[in-house]
């Protein structure tokens, strides 16, 4: 029997015993093999001792039974950690953030409490994916959309409280800005519910966010305060139509203006579907459109072409942009997408051109125009996400392909917020690209271009491979410790990360002596003093852990 | 075990359906046919025509190959908890993927 640091044999066998009477002894695992199931697929100290281990794992089927999990936990001083469905993958997967945890599996707590169509929202349990929402709404015909992230397997609830972003309109791309309410099993075993669902008979648990008092719910994100067990999500009615555009754009010197003509029209809701930035001439893709280059191999490039790329400095050289300018393809292109009533999103897309016509020698292009549901033969034809239908085809992000011919183990994603401006977009190549050569991490291409998931800021996005090899995986490890650093004294941090760099990530957050560090610490002291949920989860452990090496 | 000689389970309609369930749930939308499922994609580059990259055209998965792939996974495809795919769905699967299978 595997023990959690700190527990006595005896003690952890009163616990795991426990545990049966509450959810049955097929749900309580304490087999290695068993265990080895919530090992973290992408870990990158895969096989290593310091990869994250579980003691046992408990797999509870009501909110009753997690509160009760979590009192025989504060009793035995036995530490839990809680995952929706564990498809967190690249951010930490099914292992606990501190080996020796027993995991909350929530996955059976899998029930769609309500979808309703006529004020679009739901409310749901942790171990709903967005594959079982998605199929419940189709099931029902409701004509409401969600707003999912690549990954459909991943926990709807669970994505929203690590903060995950989607690809639909600028209001339901922010998962967790969408939801509406949560209930939520306390450190103590007590349940809570914030916003309006603290008055017992309201109706409005759904309708409005914040009720009255302080606002709560923030706190139980990326962290380790409460176990979210139910979680309201405000849904996008399904729009009649749906509009794909670019705006092309033919100088280097374009980026800045082309990014502060997006901001306008995003922040004025001119355009709000999910903006998505390439360079053709450069060969980067739309993130929209990686899953194609995977699948159909990336465009055609002339052999002038390729090697003019081969002596470009942060994506420029005057020759380059001369043989753009020559063969007409564009330096960067804006794709844009619109949702709604035909006549109004050609009216969107009108001020969209007239607004980028200011910058010399914009071309634009509508792609796509159709109306909605789309005609499933086409759904392959269009980045599913988009439409907010789950899939997994962004997998073929590191998987063997006729262009990658050595597939790797998994990934991380090296992902710090940068403000959103040309110039902000340049500088963090500047400073990554110098960094990566240095460490020797392997960036995928020689200039990167941000994602736009959030409203206001970029998210400046890498994948850094998992190997099979410990060395390699060192490297990389270290060199992504490295990079959140840097990328730190420039005023960027990530804006999630996986458990074995939440430290890292953390103590970039520094301002006034990690004020904002501290009080996450006495928070944690106040909510759960016995230390028993999630300890190190966003770098927030109890007071008996504080200051240990991970 | 014994249990699972080719076919004993998986011609059996109810084991049959149930096992296509856990496909369809858990495997199609990695595995149906067409590069848009990455690992359809992935098991056609490396077999190179030798065997089919669609899981449902092979002949030649044992009840055993399928148990150890979905318990540990392999390149970016992960392992399932039982949480997911119980032990008893597994079977179903398994029997199911191996029907075409000459005895394993």
New interface residues.
Partial sequence: MRLPPGVSRSDFSAAIAEFEKVVGSQWVFTSDEDLDLYRDAYSPFLNEPEERMASAAVAPSATEEVQRIVRIANRYRVPLYAISTGKNLGYGGSAPAYSGCVVLDLKRMNRIIEVNEANAFALLEPGVSYFDLYRYIQDRKLKVWIDCPDPGWGSVVGNAIDRGGGYTAANYRNHFDSHCGMEVVLPSGELLRTGMGAIPKAETWQQYKSGCGPWIDGIFSQSNYGIVTKMGFWLMPQPEAYMRCTVSLPRYRDLAPMVETLNYLENSRITAGFPDIASPLIGYPPIGQIQLWNEDGPPHMTDEHRKLLTAVDLGYSRELEEYGLKSQIPYWQLWLSFHGPMEVIEAQWQATQRHFARIEGAKFNTVDRVSVPLDPANIEHFHEPEFGIPSLRAFSIGARTPWNPTPSKGHMWFSPIIPRTGAAIIEANRVFSRAARDLGMPLFRSFTLPACFWERSFIFILATPVTEDPETNKRYREGFKKLIEIGGQQGWGEYRTAPVFQKSVMDVYSFNNHALQRFHETLKDAIDPNGVLSPGRYDIWPRHLRGKPS | MGLLGRGSLAQDPQTFAAGRAVYT?WCA??HDP??????T??LT??YQGAKPGVLLERKDLSVNTVRVIV???I??????????ISDQELDALAAYLARNTPSN
Avoid: D, I, L, N
């Fill in positions: 749930k939308p990695c067409g590069v848009t499922h990455p690992g994609h992935a580059v490396k318990r540990h996974g390149s970016v495809m992960p392992q399932f908890r039982k949480t997911e």
